[in-house]
Nanobody
């Protein structure tokens, strides 16, 4: 069964950190561009970050630049999102998704989505 599973979400205080993981089963992520997206309550889904298959090309939405870092371990078939200096505005369900074309990630046109993990930033 093909699955893309996010983990690592939870409740954290403002200024804290979390690391999200996106793991695949049933297929390899190694030749795929992976993106992290988020949807806050009452808001539209927005792109957070993308990473190319090799990991050499990444991009971030402006609001997370300098705070979030996307990375991948192809040997573990996993992509990560390290989130530091978290703010209340980062509260959302975070999704990972894949595509075969990097430009599609930047525009949010992904081919397969996970079910998401909730991140809540609150004191």
């Amino acid at each position: 069964q093909l699955q893309l599973v996010e983990s690592g979400g939870g409740l954290v205080q403002p200024g804290g950190s979390l690391r999200l993981s996106c793991a695949a089963s049933g297929f390899t992520l190694n030749d795929k561009t992976i993106g992290w997206f988020r949807q806050a309550p009452g808001k539209e889904r927005e792109g957070v970050s993308c990473i190319s298959p090799s990991g050499r090309i990444t991009n971030y939405t402006d609001s997370v630049k300098g705070r979030f870092t996307i990375s991948r371990d192809n040997a573990k078939n996993t992509v990560y999102l390290q989130m530091n200096s978290l703010e209340a505005e980062d509260t959302a369900v975070y999704y990972c998704a894949l595509t075969g074309v990097y430009a599609r990630c930047v525009s949010g046109r992904m081919d397969y989505w996970g079910k998401g993990t909730l991140v809540t930033v609150s004191s």
